[in-house]
């Protein structure tokens, strides 16, 4: 069975910085797609980055130039590293991957357990 586990949230003053990680365990035959989405209270889940297989990436609009997504394949994980920080950053962050767990599978989406992330002075 695949889990994705996710740390690194927490509460940071505006500004900084935290590094959200996600890791897929269990029985992995193939990762393609990965990415990050948040969700606030009250608002819709938006996706915030997503990074292909290849390592080609893109970013909402509001992050871009202080959110940066990485994968390590060997290890199955994915990284949102998250700089200058502001209050409306603040909110669940979930990861989410692609992936199929054998040859004979087609591609199913998986979710982490979400992290939260709360910038606040």
């Known amino acids: 069975q695949v889990q994705l586990v996710e740390s690194g949230g927490g509460l940071v003053q505006p500004g900084g910085s935290l590094r959200l990680s996600c890791a897929a365990t269990?029985?992995?035959?193939?990762?393609?797609?990965m990415g990050w989405y948040r969700q606030a209270p009250g608002k819709e889940r938006e996706r915030v980055a997503r990074?292909?297989?290849?390592?080609?990436?893109n970013y909402v609009d509001s992050v871009k130039g202080r959110f940066t997504i990485s994968r390590d394949n060997a290890k199955n994980t994915v990284y949102l590293q998250m700089n200058s920080l502001k209050p409306e950053d603040t909110a669940v962050y979930y990861c989410?991957?692609?992936?199929?767990?054998?040859?004979?599978?087609?591609?199913?989406?998986?979710w982490g357990q979400g992290t939260q992330v709360t910038v606040s002075s």
């Open positions: 269990g029985s992995i035959f193939s990762i393609d797609g």
């Open positions: 990074i292909t297989r290849d390592g080609s990436t």
């Open positions: 989410q991957m692609i992936l199929k767990t054998d040859s004979r599978r087609f591609y199913s989406n998986y």
